[in-house]
C-alpha cells in the first residue's frame, strides 16, 4: 500500500445543527490525518483525535440528556464503542502497531456516515425542533458529490 486514500468532507454530512455539523467538520479532518499522516505524526494525530472524540460524544451525550429526548441508549453504546477502540488503539500504537491505526481511520470513515444519518440526524432534528419550533434547514452546495 503506497498511498493512503484520505478522508474528505462531503455536504450530504450537513444536518442542519451548526454547532454539531462543526464538530462533524472536525471529526471527517482528523480521521483524514489518521490516514495520510506520516507514521511519526501518528501518535499526536490519535491523541488529537481520542480528545475530539471525547468532546464530540460527550456534548452529543448531554444534548441527548435535555428533556424528553427519545431513545438515548443505542446512541451512547455507539459512542463508547469508538471510544473503547480509540483507547485500545492508542495502547497498539505504543506498542508499535502503526497498521492498527490506519485500520481505525478506515472503520471510522465507514462508520460515520451511517452514524450521522441515523443517530445524529434524528438528535440534530430534535434539537433543531426544540429550539425554534420548526424543521432544520440544511443548505447543501449544487454539485457537491453524491
Ligand atoms: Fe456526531
Ligand atoms: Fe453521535
Redesign the pocket.
Known sequence: MDEQQGFAWDDRYLLGHSAMDETHREFVALVDALLTVEADGLEAALADFARHAEAH?DQ?NRWMELDGFPARDC?VD??NKVLASVREVQLELAEGNVQLVRELAVALMDWFPA??DY??SA?STWLVKRSHGGRPLVFRRTGSKA
Open positions: 460524544f452529543e446512541h455507539e459512542h452514524h450521522a443517530m445524529d438528535l
